[in-house]
T-cell receptor, first 115, second 112 residues
Framework: GAVVSQHPSRVICKSGTSVKIECRSL??????MFWYRQFPKQSLMLMAT?????????EQGVEKDKFLINHASLTLSTLTVTSAHPEDSSFYIC???????????FGPGTRLLVL | DQQVKQNSPSLSVQEGRISILNCDYT??????FLWYKKYPAEGPTFLIS?????DKNEDGRFTVFLNKSAKHLSLHIVPSQPGDSAVYFC???????????FGKGTTLSVSS
C-alpha cells in the first residue's frame, strides 16, 4: 500500500521559534497533500490543501502567514509553524493523494509541543 | 456546527461479538464516506469506504452501511478481535479523494 512519512515525529520548541514539518509520499507521486491538526479528543481538522507547484488553499480561521505550506515536488510538502506559541501545541497530520488513489493516505503525524 | 457526528465517544465489546459504530452527517452534498482506524500518536489508517450510490460495502470482517435518507452510516466489525481496539473515525467528502470532514471518533475496546 501507499506509504506517507512525516518528519519529525515529535518536536519540542521554545515559544517564538519556527518549526518545519515534512510530509513525504514514499512510493507514489502526490499531486495533492492535505494538512490536518488534531487536538486531544477532537476530530482531525483540515488546515490547508496543498497542490504541487501552486499556493496552498487554507481553511477558514487558519492563518496562512503563520502556517506556511510549501509543496515543491510531487513527493514532498512542508508545513512551517512560524513564531510558535503554546496554543500551537497539537498533533499535525498530513495526507497525500495521487492521481490513481481513490482515497487519501495519512502520515504517522507529528506531535508539536511549544514551551 | 459539526457536519459529521459520532455521538458515541466509546464502545466496549467482547471478542467474537459484533461491533457497530455509528456516524451521522448533516450535509446532503456529501457523496463519499470513509472509515479510518487510528492508534495513539499515529496517523489514521483507511479501513473501508462507500459512495452514495451504494447502501452497503463489505471487506472481510468490515461492512459499512449507508442510509442516505437518514443521513446515517454505520461500520460493522464481525467478529470483533482485541486488535480492533482503536479509535475509529468516520469521514465524508464531496467527491472521492478530496478534503475530508472528520467526526470526533469512537474509541472501541474489544476485550478477550
Amino acid at each position: 500500500g501507499a506509504v506517507v512519512s512525516q518528519h519529525p515525529s515529535r518536536v519540542i520548541c521554545k515559544s517564538g521559534t519556527s518549526v518545519k514539518i515534512e510530509c513525504r509520499s514514499l512510493d507514489f507521486q502526490a499531486t495533492t497533500m492535505f494538512w490536518y491538526r488534531q487536538f486531544p479528543k477532537q476530530s482531525l481538522m483540515l488546515m490547508a490543501t496543498s497542490n504541487e507547484g501552486s499556493k496552498a488553499t487554507y481553511e477558514q480561521g487558519v492563518e496562512k502567514d503563520k502556517f506556511l505550506i510549501n509543496h515543491a515536488s510531487l513527493t514532498l510538502s512542508t508545513l512551517t509553524v512560524t513564531s510558535a506559541h503554546p496554543e500551537d501545541s497539537s498533533f499535525y497530520i498530513c495526507s497525500a493523494m495521487g492521481l490513481t488513489l481513490e482515497t487519501q493516505y495519512f502520515g504517522p503525524g507529528t506531535r508539536l509541543l511549544v514551551l | 456546527d459539526q457536519q459529521v457526528k459520532q455521538n458515541s465517544p466509546s464502545l466496549s465489546v467482547q471478542e467474537g461479538r459484533i461491533s457497530i459504530l455509528n456516524c451521522d452527517y448533516t450535509n446532503s452534498m456529501f457523496d463519499y464516506f470513509l472509515w479510518y482506524k487510528k492508534y495513539p500518536a499515529e496517523g489514521p489508517t483507511f479501513l473501508i469506504s462507500i459512495s452514495s450510490i451504494k447502501d452497503k460495502n463489505e471487506d472481510g470482517r468490515f461492512t459499512v452501511f449507508l442510509n442516505k435518507s437518514a443521513k446515517h452510516l454505520s461500520l460493522h466489525i464481525v467478529p470483533s478481535q482485541p486488535g480492533d481496539s482503536a479509535v475509529y473515525f468516520c469521514a465524508a467528502s464531496g467527491q472521492a479523494g478530496t478534503a475530508l470532514i472528520f467526526g470526533k471518533g469512537t474509541t472501541l475496546s474489544v476485550s478477550s
